[in-house]
């Protein structure tokens, strides 16, 4: 499968989001990447709720939420009503991680484990076959524009072969870090979807970025 970009408004200017979302909205990225981060499992504040009911009307584009928060499990059903369609939480922020997982798609959305670069593939070996996504965190969460973790490059080898052995068919995301240097070997190397906040929303060109980045 080719793999698809999945850029971030994290790095898009807050004050101008509608023409952030209209941007991606007429690109060939079918993904939204929409990181909501609560002060607490992460060092940084973002945004929730209110803000992604309010650019929901303006697109039509899948929104991928990466919850980077403590109990994300609170808050399933307000992030359906928002208008999610893929929730990710953090496999270090669930204590009850297959409940969460099942209230997720009892909720109507597909679910997502996201794994801190200091969590092992291996982690995910009893909850990948009830997922949808796995998001390998190639930075520490919490910030755009970091520079990429190559270890990450091992976890996808890992994470194919886990995949595999479990017969599992979660796509694999790769966040953090992502550019046209890397992105040609990431997708090479088994990531199906690629986040790019930085090297999308900063570039001269965010759509021509996209562009670039899907090729
Ligand atoms: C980081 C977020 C990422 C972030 C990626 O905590 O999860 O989605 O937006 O940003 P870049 O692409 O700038 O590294
Ligand atoms: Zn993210």
Not at 39 to 52: A, Y
Not at 189 to 211: E, K, M, Y
């Amino acid at each position: 499968m080719p793999h698809l970009v999945a850029p971030s408004l994290l790095s898009a200017d807050f004050a101008d989001l509608k023409s952030a979302v209209q941007l991606v909205d007429q690109s060939p990225a079918p993904w939204l990447h929409l990181d909501v981060m609560d002060g607490v499992f992460v060092p940084n504040i973002s945004f929730g709720l209110p803000v992604i009911k309010a650019i929901r009307p303006h697109t039509r584009k899948v929104f991928d939420v990466h919850l980077m928060i403590v109990a994300p499990e609170k808050f399933i059903d307000a992030f359906s009503d928002a208008g999610a369609d893929r929730l990710t939480v953090h496999y270090e922020a669930c204590t009850h991680l297959h409940r969460t997982v099942q209230a997720i798609r009892a909720a109507g959305m597909k679910p997502g484990v996201a794994i801190n670069p200091h969590t092992p593939v291996a982690a995910l070996a009893d909850i990948i076959t009830d997922i949808d996504l796995v998001c390998v965190m190639s930075v520490n969460p919490g910030f755009g524009g970091q520079k990429f973790i190559p270890h990450t490059y091992r976890k996808l080898a890992e994470l194919r072969a886990l995949r595999e052995e479990r017969g599992s068919s979660a796509l694999i995301e790769v966040d953090g870090g992502v550019g046209l240097e890397n992105a040609r070997e990431l997708a090479g190397s088994g990531a199906d979807v690629l986040v790019a906040g930085n090297s999308v929303f900063n570039a001269v060109d965010p759509a021509q970025a996209i562009r670039a980045l899907g090729a």
